[in-house]
Nanobody, 119 residues
Framework: QVQLVESGGGLVQTGGSLRLSCAAS????????MGWYRQAPGKQRDLVAT???????NYADSVKGRFTISRDNAKNTVYLQMNSLKPEDTAVYYC?????????????WGQGTQVTVSS
């Protein structure tokens, strides 16, 4: 069993910053990609940013230049530094990890953390 535990969400004013963290734990061999998705009320879950084990990153156009994804492979943790936040960034943010376990490769999700940006 693999668990992803997120932290760092909250309420911030427009232009402010937040840092999200997501730690993976459990029984697994390794983690391939990790990333963050978000879902606003009434909308689908969308990609925010992903990062491979080698450190290659991919960002949604809406967050490029404002958000930075990073990971600490020794801690099985992925981070999302969010700067210059806008009201439209308000959403539940979900951590994602593609994990190699004994039975194969599986995708896991965190429980979500709320980010609210006030105008």
């Amino acid at each position: 069993q693999v668990q992803l535990v997120e932290s760092g969400g909250g309420l911030v004013q427009t232009g402010g910053s937040l840092r999200l963290s997501c730690a993976a734990s459990g029984r697994f061999f390794s983690i391939n990609a990790m990333g963050w998705y978000r879902q606003a009320p009434g909308k689908q879950r969308d990609l925010v940013a992903t990062i491979t084990g080698a450190g290659s990153t991919n960002y949604a156009d809406s967050v490029k230049g404002r958000f930075t994804i990073s990971r600490d492979n020794a801690k099985n943790t992925v981070y999302l530094q969010m700067n210059s936040l806008k009201p439209e960034d308000t959403a539940v943010y979900y951590c994602y990890a593609r994990v190699i376990v004994a039975a194969g490769t599986w995708d896991y999700w965190g429980q979500g953390t709320q980010v609210t940006v006030s105008s």
